[in-house]
C-alpha cells in the first residue's frame, strides 16, 4: 500500500526508546554491570497521519512519571518536513533485577535525572 506499516512504528519507537533510556542514565553499561533491565509492561500506540515509504522522521520523547520500580514515557513520532505528529507511544515499564526476575527500585540518580527532567526550571535556574 505504500505506507509505512506497523512494524516500522514500534521498531523506531523502539530504538528511541534505548537512546532515551541512555539519556536518563538507563545505558547499556549500567544495565550490564547492574544485571538490570527494563520490561515494557503497557505500551499504547496512537496513529494520528499516515506515513510514507521515504518518509524522513524525528522522535521526541518525555518521562509522564517515575515511581520507584515503574517509569511511564511517551515518544512523539513526527514527521520531519510536515511538523506533524504521525504517531504517539505511550510505554510503561519496569525495572527489573534480571537476575532473580524481580521488579526494583531505581537507583536515587536515574530517579534524580528523571525527576530533573519533570519538573520546570525555576527562576533562579533560568538566571544562571
Not at 530504538?15 to 532515551?20: D, K, L, N, R, V
Not at 537507583?107 to 528523571?114: E, M, R
Amino acid at each position: 500500500m505504500g505506507h509505512m506499516n506497523v512494524m516500522w512504528y514500534v521498531g523506531k519507537f523502539d530504538e528511541a526508546s534505548w537512546q532515551f533510556f541512555g539519556a536518563l542514565g538507563l545505558t547499556g553499561t549500567y544495565l550490564r554491570e547492574t544485571e538490570s533491565g527494563l520490561a515494557a509492561v503497557q505500551q499504547n500506540l496512537t496513529y494520528k497521519k499516515e506515513l510514507f515509504a521515504g518518509s524522513v522522521v524525528d522522535i521526541v520523547s518525555r518521562v509522564v512519571s517515575i515511581r520507584r520500580k515503574v517509569i511511564v514515557f511517551i515518544h512523539e513520532m513526527r514527521d520531519t518536513e510536515s511538523f506533524e505528529v504521525a504517531a504517539t507511544c505511550e510505554i510503561t515499564a519496569v525495572h527489573m533485577n534480571r537476575r532473580i526476575g524481580k521488579a526494583v527500585p531505581f537507583p536515587s540518580q536515574i530517579v534524580k535525572t528523571v525527576r530533573s527532567m519533570l519538573e520546570p526550571p525555576t527562576s533562579s535556574d533560568t538566571a544562571k
